[in-house]
């Protein structure tokens, strides 16, 4: 299984980027997926989650109401919409894969396979 993030870049405060995550294999077996990142010098920080079926979606209480996560089944793709971006925000941002039901969306030990990560990069 690879996992390939990809629509980081550099915006101004309260701009927008979406990020998207492919999987290379069907997401049948996936229980769910993740987005985290991590800033330097800062430990990875989980951002949100979705599960591969149903309507569960999960946020970090700093990015809620300016972000939105989603899936298209489709295309073994999920994707991070990123709204009113803040310099706080600025980190590199990684998908992760689960395999197995967790009630603990938001730890990485959880999480079976990763992204490589991109960069973004939110100026003041």
């Known amino acids: 299984v690879q996992l390939q993030a990809s629509g980081g870049g550099t915006v101004q405060a309260g701009g927008s980027l979406r990020l998207s995550c492919a999987a290379s294999?069907?997401?049948?077996?996936?229980?769910?997926m993740a987005w985290f990142r991590q800033a330097p010098g800062k430990e990875r920080e989980f951002v949100a989650a979705i599960r591969w079926s149903g309507f569960n979606r999960y946020y970090a209480d700093s990015v809620k109401g300016r972000f939105t996560v989603s899936r298209d089944n489709a295309k073994n793709t999920v994707y991070l919409q990123m709204n009113s971006l803040k310099p706080e925000d600025t980190a590199v941002y990684s998908c992760?894969?689960?395999?197995?039901?967790?009630?603990?969306?938001?730890?990485?030990?959880?999480?079976?396979?990763w992204g490589q990560g991109t960069q973004v990069t939110v100026s003041s």
């Open positions: 992760a894969a689960l395999v197995t039901s967790t009630a603990a969306m938001n730890r990485p030990s959880q999480y079976n396979y």
């Open positions: 294999r069907g997401p049948f077996s996936f229980y769910g």
